[in-house]
């Protein structure tokens, strides 16, 4: 069981950056693939980047490629999103997700693949 919290959203003007940051408990964080995935008002929740469980591969959606860097600490369980050049579409509730299975192989870019999931943290771009 992996549980996941998620801190660092707030208000911020466009142009700026924001890092968000993913607290994971439990000893198996550092065998599993996470994600960052994004839920707008009236929208359905969507991917915005995943990592393996070794960091060495990231992927990301195409509307924050380039402006964002998804990055994991497995010494400190910490899972982290830095987002640059914010723009008022990227205002949603940000959710990290986790693998359900250790060191598989493939990273998911969709919510049905991640079995764990933080309450959110909400970042408001004000332009």
């Known amino acids: 069981q992996v549980e996941l919290v998620e801190s660092g959203g707030g208000l911020v003007q466009a142009g700026n950056s924001l890092r968000l940051s993913c607290a994971a408990s439990g000893r198996t964080f550092g065998s599993i693939n996470m994600g960052w995935f994004r839920q707008a008002p009236g929208k359905e929740r969507e991917f915005v980047a995943s990592?393996?469980?070794?960091?060495?591969?990231?992927y990301y959606a195409e509307a924050v490629e380039g402006r964002a860097t998804i990055s994991r600490e497995n010494s400190k369980n910490m899972l982290y999103l830095q987002l640059d050049n914010l723009k008022s579409e990227d205002t949603a509730v940000y959710f990290c997700a986790g693998d359900g299975r250790a060191y598989r192989a493939v990273v998911f870019t969709t919510a049905s693949g991640f079995t764990y999931w933080g309450q959110g943290t909400q970042v408001t771009v004000s332009s």
């Open positions: 990592i393996n469980w070794s960091g060495a591969e990231t």
